[in-house]
């Protein structure tokens, strides 16, 4: 099945860790995003990458880093600077041809402690 | 700045009516609108998208018109089914055409 897995679906953090979310697909698809959800609110772009060993800045980066080696994935790490982690985060995929429709994955909770 | 914003947060229907959320968004450049499902605890999923040179665009049970003399973008669900039942957002590209905008999202309530 082509799609966006994220791991993990929970995940705990005490504050001070830096923590890791990844992100695959199988879609090859080029630009990959990630976005993070807070109750009530709609979706806010920390970081996107249009293409291998590039990436770029969203609204809402401090705190946040990336990188993106391979095509199929866009982990993302939550650092310590990040005041207010704990949030949903998701990721998202697109192809760079036709249609600006992005696939999401499933998400992942994030909860510090 | 460039925003996407929707008029109402909540909605609530009966099973078997028509649903109609509405978005209003802020960049005319943009060239691209397209709507999201999320159910609770989930991604978003797609459920129909336009281009700016169209009015309106038909899928399954869902329509979608763009009315770009007020920047206005809404979503039509006929007969509306418990399974509707989640938070829908509109999402405009961006100026540079390399990201999407989302909006707070309206959650719709179907009830038998």
């Known amino acids: 099945d082509g799609g966006i897995t994220q791991s993990p679906k929970y995940l705990f953090r005490k504050e001070g860790q830096n923590v890791t979310l990844s992100c695959e697909q199988n879609?090859?698809?080029?630009?990959m995003y990630w976005y993070r959800q807070d109750p009530g609110q709609g979706l806010r772009l920390i970081y996107y990458?249009?293409?291998?060993?590039?990436?770029q800045k969203g609204d809402i980066a401090e705190g946040y880093s990336v990188s993106r080696e391979k095509k199929e994935s866009f982990p993302l790490t939550v650092t310590s600077a990040q005041k207010n982690p704990t949030a949903f985060y998701l990721c998202?995929?697109?192809?760079?041809?036709?249609?600006?429709?992005?696939?999401f994955g499933p998400g992942t909770r994030l909860t510090v402690l | 700045g460039e925003s996407v914003g929707l008029h109402l947060p909540t909605l609530s229907v009966q099973e078997g009516d028509n649903s109609i959320i509405n978005c209003a968004y802020s960049?005319?450049?943009?060239?691209?609108f397209i709507w999201y499902k999320q159910e609770s605890g989930k991604g978003p999923q797609f459920i129909i998208d336009?281009?700016?040179?169209?009015d309106k665009r038909q899928g399954q049970r869902v329509t979608v018109l763009l009315n770009k003399t007020v920047k206005h973008l809404s979503l039509q669900i006929a007969a509306t089914q418990p399974g509707d039942s989640a938070v829908y957002f509109c999402?405009?590209?961006?100026?540079?055409?390399?990201?999407?905008?989302f909006g707070k999202g309206t959650t719709l309530s179907v009830s038998s």
């Open positions: 336009i281009r700016s040179n169209m």
């Open positions: 990458s249009q293409i291998v060993n590039d990436f």
């Open positions: 960049n005319s450049a943009s060239d691209y």
């Open positions: 999402a405009e590209n961006n100026q540079a055409g390399t990201a999407l905008i």
């Open positions: 879609l090859n698809h080029d630009a």
């Open positions: 998202a995929s697109m192809g760079v041809e036709g249609d600006n429709e992005q696939f």
